[in-house]
């Protein structure tokens, strides 16, 4: 598999990595940490073209992880307020875009030593005549510090207790056959406010056989053009999606009514290759907030 | 073959010489030019959990023992992702502890207020620094919110719990698992 590459600017790149690398490091020496796990990239793509991945897997510790890598199935799905959540199910997957049952990783079980690295390679073996379209698993890395001590208790009548702090880390694994398309339909949108935030939650169709990856954005403006907040995330719709966004402000500093700006499009992902993108289209709407 | 002759040939055959072997080092450096020009660096995006044990200590025979999320001894997970990314988070906890080799349980549990999140990541892995202003205070671990990464590109999840061992408990060292699943939601 090819490995993603940033597609920040140079120098904005080498800041950032900086930025994020002193970041971990500053948080791990001040955390009293027992367990932790640094798995990258966080999406792999495969395709009947190339149907093996590779994951990274780091031990970011002083002591040594163990690693289990197993798979799952979970896409984001919203409730009626606009909430994500991925939630991820192991057995009984009925969808018919799931990789579930025919991708496997090497190896599955492994002890990464304090600040080591592992490599997992990934296999896809897909059923005969497969349909054209994206299917999707979630690889599911469980980690936990590697030699768990066994608590002793201090007193002859004494009680400890040792809680084992465990982490998995669902990554997506997307895997495509044929030729890929994500066409996708705004399909309702809401706004409201209370006296500390705007709300705007914006529906979305996905009509094409691929997951359409992009951003939301959003502007709001009041009636004399002057911008009141802003808002954006990273945004990926398998098919329907309902996305709130929350903006903070002050009532009665602008004048109303707010015009909303509602952007949506591929461009804009900085963690995702543009070789993996599969570029849809562009919606911008507007819509009034009294 | 005359004197003149002999020098012209040797002459000749080191001017041959002479260009192959300048040949071969403008090669040789043309390759050390590739090599240099080659190196490469890819960049992948990461997400980093780490995490530090909620600790109870000693715990006495009918005497239940509660840390909060803001006590040093606080459960403290640790989330790095991408700046602008939504992710999804979800706990599982356990409703007992047990001793080694299953002989006894003792009850643990954990309320609805029991969570304290840091969305702007500066309370830097200490529970006691966080402040209600910077992310979820006193929130619901069974029910964890969707959130973003902001600007710091790190959450903070401080746990606190209640262990409530019985009159009569067994002495000994009890074990529990604590579960954080973590999904970036825009992938």
């Known amino acids: 598999m090819k490995r993603s590459e940033s597609l920040i600017p140079g120098n904005q790149a080498g800041f950032g990595r900086r930025f994020f690398c002193l970041l971990v490091v500053f948080i791990l020496i001040s955390t009293k940490l027992s367990a932790g796990v640094l798995v990258a990239p966080t999406v792999v793509f495969m395709s009947d073209k190339n149907r093996t991945g590779r994951i990274n897997v780091q031990n970011p510790t002083d002591k040594p992880i163990e690693v289990t890598i197993s798979f799952g199935f979970g896409l984001p799905e919203s409730d009626s307020l606009g909430n994500v959540k991925v939630v991820i199910e192991d057995s009984n997957v009925v969808d018919p875009r799931s990789a579930l049952d025919w991708v496997r990783a090497f190896p599955r079980k492994v002890l990464v030593p304090p600040n080591g690295e592992q490599v997992v390679r990934l296999v896809a073996r897909p059923p005969q005549n497969l349909p054209e379209g994206e299917y999707w698993a979630r690889i599911i890395v469980r980690s936990q510090q590697g030699q768990t001590t066994i608590p002793t208790a201090g007193e002859s009548d004494g009680i400890t207790t040792t809680l084992n702090m465990i982490i998995k880390t669902a990554i997506m694994l997307k895997f495509r056959n044929g030729q890929m398309n994500a066409e996708l339909e705004v399909t309702n949108i809401q706004t409201s406010r209370d006296d500390k935030k705007l709300r705007v939650i914006v529906d979305m169709a996905n009509h094409g056989n691929a997951s359409y990856l992009g951003r939301i954005s959003c502007r709001v403006l009041d009636a004399d053009k002057k911008q009141v907040a802003l808002a954006g995330t990273d945004l990926a719709v398998y098919r329907n999606l309902k996305r709130k966004l929350e903006m903070p402000y002050v009532p009665g500093e602008h004048l109303m009514p707010f015009e909303v700006e509602i952007k949506i499009t591929s461009e804009g992902r900085t963690d995702i290759a543009r070789e993996f993108m599969v570029f849809g289209n562009e919606i911008n709407r507007v819509v009034y907030l009294d | ?187």
Do not use: W
């Open chain 2, 1 to 187: 073959m005359n004197k003149t002759g002999i020098v012209k040939s040797t002459f000749r055959f080191a001017l041959i010489v002479a260009v192959v072997l300048a040949m071969t080092m403008a090669q040789n450096v043309a390759a050390q030019d590739v090599a240099v020009g080659s190196a490469t660096a890819t960049v992948l995006a990461a997400l980093t959990v780490t995490a530090g044990t909620l600790v109870f200590g000693s715990v006495y025979q009918g005497v239940p023992k509660a840390i909060t999320n803001d006590n040093a001894d606080a459960g403290v997970f640790s989330i790095t992702g991408a700046a602008g990314a939504g992710v999804s988070m979800y706990m599982q906890l356990p409703d007992y502890v047990s001793i080694t080799g299953d002989s006894d349980r003792m009850v643990i549990s954990f309320s609805a207020t029991d969570c304290n999140i840091d969305t702007a990541g500066v309370s830097s892995g200490d529970p006691t620094a966080f402040l209600a202003a910077n992310g979820y205070a006193d929130d619901n671990p069974h029910n964890l919110p969707t959130t973003n990464f902001d600007a710091a590109s790190s959450i903070e999840i401080f746990l606190g719990g209640t262990v409530l061992p019985t009159i009569d408990q067994t002495a000994g060292a009890y074990t529990g698992d604590i579960i954080l699943t973590v999904a970036y939601d825009g992938t």
